[in-house]
């Protein structure tokens, strides 16, 4: 009786070294394991909403055309300006607002996507902790037997959660010879620690992630940020920092950034490419002419006819611009749409030179984004 009461008490000890290396082990994981939920969370949502949603489909520029849609859609002048002034920070915010509309509506999106990421993560956890008794319980070395099952264990962990073995040393000095109890010992524990995780992922929301999937999505349609220096329309090219001058397909009116013509308060309606385009450019050199002149605030100040923008010195010479006398009907609408707005914003006048057009007037804003979604 003596040597089974012996036996029960060192069985017992056994197990609670071992429940307790379970625990401890367990603790370690479960910061990485948060970690790893959020981070595959972020990903799995751009990438869904990259495949179901016509925004995110495509290129910088379609979600710009998207965008754009937005803007006359809400007809609020105040995002047009944010729009128009810092571009780079409403597509940022633009895209935050399309994130938080997929994930955070009655159906529960981001706490669907948060479950599937644990439960993924949790079963290859599970499967880590198999594996790795496998390897090493029909080992004969009992003393290194934990450090080898955590060798292992980390090593199937590598591409899943991000739990170095170093973090490891200060438990594995327990005792722990069954390795086949610590298997279901980590099982129930894991257990636990899920039940835990998915009752504070409840009430998580898009602060909880240290990289939320809108940034993940705002690099994604990156590129170069670069205005023109006439109409504030952004180049085209979708490498920050490229090779090459910045250009793109289609330029703006020129009040969009507030110019007039010389001396007067009149705003300018044309598009640069199309006074780069303009046959009339000589009379306009050094200000001689009321026309087809831009004032430059870099390094060389003056007056320079728009066919020799470039000689003006950065940020003109930095930019391609082709000539070409179109201009998009989207902007057309706005002009019309906006002209009180845009005349007390820019303090000045749509008169002489730039008086709209009647045939501006009758664009309607569907035919302007019809036009706009069919380049």
Sequence with gaps: ?????????????????????????????????????????????????????????????NLEVCILRYLAEQENFEYFKQYLRTPKQFFRSYIERRVRSHCLDESRRLQKFLESSLNLLYRSILSAVSLSTQIVKDRKDRKEKISLWLDEFCRELTEVINLPR?????????????????????????????????????????????????????????????????????????MLNHNGDHQLVFHRPQVLTGRTWFRTNHLVINTCSSSVAANDWQLGLFGSSLFKTYRNSGPLHGWFPYKIYRKAGPPYSTWNILPDSSMQAYWKWFVSRFRTQLEALYNGKFEGKGEIPDSWQRITKQEALSELEQR
């Design 1 to 61: 009786i003596e040597d089974f009461f012996q036996c029960f008490l060192i069985s017992c000890q056994g197990a609670t070294s071992i429940t307790t290396f379970a625990v401890s082990l367990c603790d370690k994981i479960e910061p990485a394991l948060r970690q790893a939920v959020f981070e595959r969370t972020a990903k799995d949502i751009a990438e869904d909403m990259k495949s179901k949603l016509p925004d995110f489909r495509g290129n910088r520029a």
């Design 166 to 238: 170093s973090d490891l040393n200060g438990i594995e000095h327990q005792e722990v010879t069954d390795i086949e109890f610590l298997s279901s010992a980590m099982a129930e524990t894991l257990d636990d620690l899920r039940d835990r995780l998915m009752k504070e992922m409840a009430d998580a929301d898009l602060s909880s992630f240290s990289r939320p999937p809108h940034t993940i999505l705002a690099e994604h349609f990156s590129g170069c940020w670069e205005q023109c220096p006439f109409c504030g329309a952004l180049c085209a090219n979708t």
